[in-house]
């Protein structure tokens, strides 16, 4: 039962260079959110999805983009990397019907640009 | 702007005895309550939820919340601490009626268990 899965787990960019985190969910859940997650900040919404083909921003969109082509897969993408893009990158998903504000999560992907 | 306290970074108790991790917020309405856990290198996981009802709501491992609407507080408590429950607390919350699922988070409280 392998539920939210993010690739990669750890990477290191230099600045300006880009990237795409992976992240998958095989449990036909319409809703996915990217978030990230800084020390002593709490998690802040990036990108979410309510279903294939519709995106929207969150909190912090800015230097981010995504795409929801399907509805297993929700890559978030880099452009020009910056320093401030150093944090831990969250994918989660959530069902609809009632149990839709309950969201799960994947391990994350630690990013570091220097 | 609506927001999530969590005013204790880091919370320490002794396995056996009670713990509370605090949670307070400022949002419009009555919202959606939610306690979620982060175990070191891994993501958040689900521990329980506030909709509507009975003000004290029981969840996973144990824990419970109770939800105080006139302090508009939902602290997180468990009788009997075990130095498994060191990790990272999150509170959250969801205005209802906001037509949104999206989360505001607190910035979370470390829980150490002293053996």
């Known amino acids: 039962n392998a539920g939210v899965t993010q690739t990669p787990k750890f990477r290191i960019l230099k600045i300006g260079q880009s990237m795409t985190l992976q992240c998958t969910q095989d449990m036909n859940h319409n809703y996915m959110y990217w978030y990230r997650q800084d020390p002593g900040m709490g998690l802040k919404l990036i990108y979410y999805?309510?279903?294939?083909?519709?995106?929207d921003k969150g909190e912090v969109p800015n230097g981010y983009n995504v795409s929801r082509s399907t509805t297993e897969d929700f890559p978030l993408r880099l452009e020009l990397a910056a320093p401030s893009q150093t944090s831990v990158y969250f994918c989660?998903?959530?069902?609809?019907?009632?149990?839709?504000?309950?969201?799960?999560f994947g391990a994350g992907t630690r990013l570091s640009v220097l | 702007a609506q927001s999530v306290a969590q005013p204790e970074d880091q919370v320490n108790v002794a396995e056996g005895n009670p713990l509370t991790v605090k949670c307070t917020y400022s949002?419009?309405?009555?919202?959606?309550l939610f306690w979620y856990v982060q175990y070191p290198n891994r993501g958040l996981q689900f521990l329980l939820k506030?909709?509507?009802?009975?003000?004290l709501v029981k969840g996973s491992y144990g824990f419970e919340a109770e939800f105080n609407k006139s302090q508009t507080s939902f602290h997180l408590k468990k009788p009997s601490a075990l130095v498994s429950d060191s990790a990272l607390y999150f509170c959250a919350v969801i205005p209802k009626g906001s037509g949104t699922y999206k989360y505001i988070f607190g910035t979370g409280t470390r829980l150490k268990v002293l053996a």
């Open positions: 506030y909709i509507t009802g009975d003000n």
């Open positions: 989660a998903s959530s069902p609809t019907g009632l149990a839709k504000n309950i969201q799960y």
């Open positions: 999805s309510v279903g294939a083909g519709i995106t």
């Open positions: 949002v419009s309405g009555n919202p959606y």
